[in-house]
């Protein structure tokens, strides 16, 4: 089945500077992929989904790009401000073994400093 | 927007006991989720459902048990909770191969 693997596991940014967090995966067969927010104390959000025949997706300042050779996914925050401090999540279904459930990667906490 | 709802979102029990996590999703998902999340793990599968009556392990089943009644509801069940068992518990639905959408969680402490 699908394993995923997410760095780093800490971010630290300025605002207006630009946050960059990967993941690699390594089932080729994955159909889509997401990205998921979660703030302090509360649930996940989701940010994005792209599809495994999109190399890249932009959305509110925010840049997925997919690698289908390298299989790594990576997501750009342009311009981070202090609210996007959270912990970022990828996901990625894997079809194999006991069915159809979603991997997530280990998390990267992003601290945006004003 | 989809939603799914968790309760409760903060339980106390004492080992040995009990312990029923409930989550209702009115979004007419098949598929239902239940994940732990702990620091330096990330989210961790339990275990999931395909639709009513049905109950899937995940990666992490051993010392809980799931319920999917219905359609809608979809129970996780510790049968003796032990201290190990401490965690952020998450339900999630989605239909087919199609966005997951997360409770708030369920705040889990064991003493």
């Known amino acids: 089945g699908e394993q995923v693997e997410q760095r780093p596991p800490h971010l630290s940014v300025r605002e207006g500077d630009s946050a960059i967090i990967i993941c690699t995966y390594t089932?080729?067969?994955?159909?889509?992929f997401s990205w998921y927010k979660q703030e302090a104390g509360a649930g996940l959000q989701l940010l994005m989904s792209?599809?495994?025949?999109?190399d890249r997706k932009e959305e509110q300042g925010l840049t997925v790009l997919l690698n289908k050779k390298d299989k790594r996914l990576s997501l750009n925050l342009t311009a981070a401000h202090p609210g996007d401090s959270a912990v970022y999540f990828c996901?990625?279904?894997?079809?194999?073994?006991?069915?159809?459930?979603?991997?997530f990667g280990t998390g990267t906490l992003l601290s945006v400093k004003p | 927007e989809a939603a799914v709802t968790q309760s409760p979102r903060n339980k106390v029990a004492v080992t040995g006991g009990k312990v029923t996590l409930s989550c209702n999703q009115t979004?007419?998902?098949?598929?239902m989720y239940w994940y732990r999340q702990d620091t330096g793990h990330g989210l961790r599968l339990i275990h999931y459902?395909?639709?009513?009556?049905?109950?899937e392990k995940g990666d992490i089943p051993d010392g809980y048990k799931a319920s999917r009644p219905s359609q809608e509801n979809f129970s996780l069940i510790l049968e003796l909770a032990t201290p190990s068992q401490t965690s952020v518990y998450f339900c999630?639905?989605?239909?087919?191969?199609?966005?997951?959408?997360f409770g708030k969680g369920t705040r889990l402490t064991v003493v």
């Open positions: 459902s395909y639709g009513a009556g049905s109950t």
């Open positions: 089932d080729s067969a994955t159909a889509y």
């Open positions: 979004n007419n998902h098949n598929n």
């Open positions: 996901a990625a279904p894997s079809y194999g073994g006991s069915g159809n459930k979603l991997i």
């Open positions: 792209v599809l495994s025949n999109v």
């Open positions: 999630a639905s989605r239909i087919a191969n199609t966005e997951v959408f």
